[in-house]
Structure formats: structure tokens, C-alpha cells
């Protein structure tokens, strides 16, 4: 079982800069990627950004060059950088993980973390 504990949301103005925390505790043998996602109210979660274990990132169209995703393998914990933020990054922000245990991958959700960006 492994447990995701998110911070580091809130309540900016247009142009600020928040950053997200995401850590990954529990019984398991390693931790491979590593994500965050976003759900807008009223629409579908989506991906906004995803590192390995190895370091190899993908991020949305609509936050590269604004967000930064990273981690630090020996805390467990994955970070997300985000800079000039704007009204359309409001949403519940979702860590995600893909565990192992022994050779079995399972995958957990954090419990999400609100994002508020006024205009």
C-alpha cells in the first residue's frame, strides 16, 4: 500500500508561482513514474506533467515552458514548479504514482490539492 500525501496549493493572483509537493510512503519496492494531473470543476482530469525514475519528463502543451516537474528519488517526492500561472490553471491538482511491489506495479492517486488562480 502506498499513500500520497499532496501540499502546496492555494488560493494566487495571475503571474504568481506556486509549488506542489507529492510524497510517496508505504510498503513498496520502488517508485517509477511519477505525475501530476489536474481536473478543472466540471471537466476531465488531465495530465500536466510526468517524470521517470530516470528523469525523462513529459509536460501538456499548455504549461511547457511555465511549469517545471522534478524529483527526488532517495524522499520519494515529486515537485511541480509552477510559474506564471493564469486563471486556466484552476483545479484540483492530482499526484499520481505507479508503485512496485516485488515484480507488481500498482497505481495510486493522491487526495488532490486546490489550485486557484484569480484574474
Known amino acids: 500500500q502506498v499513500q500520497l500525501v499532496e501540499s502546496g496549493g492555494g488560493l494566487v493572483q495571475a503571474g504568481a508561482s506556486l509549488r506542489l509537493s507529492c510524497a510517496a510512503s508505504g510498503s513498496f519496492s520502488s517508485v517509477n513514474q511519477m505525475a501530476w494531473y489536474r481536473q478543472p470543476t466540471g471537466k476531465q482530469r488531465e495530465l500536466v506533467a510526468s517524470i521517470t525514475s530516470g528523469g525523462t519528463t513529459i509536460y501538456a502543451d499548455s504549461v511547457k515552458g511555465r511549469f517545471t516537474i522534478s524529483r527526488d528519488n532517495a524522499k520519494n517526492t515529486v515537485y511541480l514548479q509552477m510559474n506564471s500561472l493564469n486563471a486556466e490553471d484552476t483545479a484540483v491538482y492530482y499526484c499520481?504514482?505507479?508503485?512496485?511491489?516485488?515484480?507488481?506495479?500498482?497505481?495510486?492517486w493522491g487526495q488532490g490539492t486546490q489550485v486557484t488562480v484569480s484574474s
Open positions: 499520481y504514482t505507479i508503485a512496485f511491489v516485488v515484480t507488481k506495479s500498482y497505481h495510486y
